[in-house]
């Protein structure tokens, strides 16, 4: 073997930068610069490539690391001068994981977006998926507002549920599509002026708020302005992406009822005003396509005497104005006096796809009730099955067909029990088959001018 050439030899040489750093006890970068601005003496196996293996010799390191004063001062200044480099660098990691830890955490993740809400006192409180507090809201009342927000269900003196209505004063949805919640809210007030529907981004921040409006006037006892909202809801109506504000409002008196539709900044596109109290409404959409989204409201119309109504609206043919009748009924000539306080000046009357009408009958006057009401909806394209309320703890079930004629009227398992047991009482004079058949008599439809049987409705 040759002798070593120039004091080298195999087991001097550091092959590559992995060795050289780690000799030099520094990182392979460090070693870069010093090659480039203190000459650190590397050899590269192929000069014109900057990716070429590298080797080095102990001893001409040792040598360069001992090169004198001057040497040394240029090793030390390079050092320096990567201090702040690494520090700078390290700054930037560590504030680069925060903002994206603050990102994931409070911006990007969906437990940072409202998802109920509670009370605190007078205070709505917003919460998010793991339950921390968002944001909060201070209601301006001197009343308990647990019963109003939280909307407890009413119960009979053996604890079954009266009225199933499923109808809530705060909604909450992604309304522009930012993969946060908005809050279309109800801000109850003492003032009835200042009851109102605000619609709040995410973050709580309020984006409009607007009070009802209602314009329709009566000759003799015109109602005051004391409205409270019943429900609220969002949905896209009309098939175009965007999502509209929905709120039912009743007047404290049960004197009118109110519907409007707006818009996400706050106009209002329709409005449904109603001679008595709607209780309630849900949004029935054609999963086929085949029709257009209807809204069905249930509830009862003063101006009927207190019969249990359903307006059914096509939200492809919307048209504000006052929903029937415009008029006593000449089945309620007699009631004139008493329901005179209820027939409206003249009035733009709305559009509606349907609007049926559940009389009052024997069962009602059992009890008796002054208002019936619907309690429950089923909408489908094939069917329509809707629940009145004819006493405390009696209903009757309505069944119509797609093209709205009604198909027949039954008890559901509980109330045939109490029916057969007023039956046998004597408070009854039909059976229960009979009372069915005859409730499909009680059944009216409005056609535009007058109400005919719901048997022979269409639609």
């Known amino acids: 073997m040759a002798p070593a050439e120039n004091g080298r030899n195999g087991a001097d040489r ?62 030390d200044t390079a050092r320096k001068r990567n201090w702040p480099l690494f520090k700078i660098s390290l700054i930037s990691a560590v504030v680069l994981i925060l903002a994206s830890a603050v990102y994931w955490l409070f911006l990007a993740s969906p437990s940072s977006r409202p998802a109920y809400f509670g009370l605190k006192g007078q205070t709505l409180v917003f919460y998010d998926t793991k339950d921390r507090e968002l944001w909060r809201k201070e209601i301006a009342s001197v009343l308990n507002q647990e019963s109003f927000y939280n909307d407890p269900p009413v119960l009979d003196s053996q604890g079954n549920s009266l009225r199933k209505w499923d109808r809530q004063k705060i909604a909450l949805a992604d309304v522009d599509g930012d993969g946060k919640k908005e809050a279309a809210c109800f801000l109850n007030h003492d003032d009835p002026s200042k009851r109102s529907i605000a619609l709040f981004d995410h973050s709580g921040k309020e984006l409009w708020e607007k009070t009802p409006e209602y314009a329709e006037s009566y000759p003799l006892g015109a109602p005051t302005y004391d409205f409270r909202l019943v429900q609220v809801d969002i949905a896209d109506i009309n098939g175009d992406g965007a999502m509209e504000i929905l709120s039912l409002w009743k007047h404290d008196r049960d004197f009118p009822g109110v519907f409007e539709i707006r818009s996400l900044k706050g106009d209002l596109l329709f409005q449904y005003d109603h001679t008595g109290v709607l209780q309630f409404f849900i949004v029935s959409g054609d999963p086929k396509g085949q029709s257009s989204t209807q809204i069905l409201l249930g509830g009862t119309n003063n101006l009927l005497g207190g019969d249990a109504v359903l307006a059914i609206l096509d939200c492809a043919n919307l048209k504000s104005g006052l929903g029937p009748p415009y008029s006593i009924p000449d089945d309620l000539q007699s009631k004139e006096s008493e329901l005179k306080t209820f027939v409206p ?95 499909e008599n009680d059944a009216f439809a409005w056609d535009g001018e007058g109400w005919i049987p719901a048997a022979k409705a269409s639609r």
């Open 14 to 75: 550091l092959d590559g930068w992995k060795e050289i750093s780690s000799y030099l006890r520094c990182d392979i970068r460090t070693c870069l610069r010093w090659e480039k601005d203190l000459g650190l003496p590397v050899i590269r196996i192929n000069k014109d490539s900057k990716r070429s293996k590298v080797i080095a010799y102990k001893a001409e390191i040792d040598k360069w690391l001992s090169g004198g004063k001057r040497n040394e001062a240029r090793l």
């Open 345 to 439: 000046t003249a009035a733009q009357r709305a559009a509606q796809k349907s609007y049926y009408r559940f009389r009052h009958n024997e069962l009602s006057a059992a009890y008796p009730i002054k208002y019936l009401n619907v309690t429950e909806i089923h909408a489908s394209p094939e069917s329509l099955l809707i629940r009145v309320q004819y006493g405390v703890d009696v209903d009757l079930n309505f069944r119509f067909g797609p093209n709205g004629q009604l198909l027949r009227a039954f008890f559901g398992v509980d109330s045939e029990r109490i029916y057969r047991n007023l039956f046998n009482e004597k408070k009854m004079s039909l059976t229960k088959e009979a009372f069915e058949k005859a409730a």
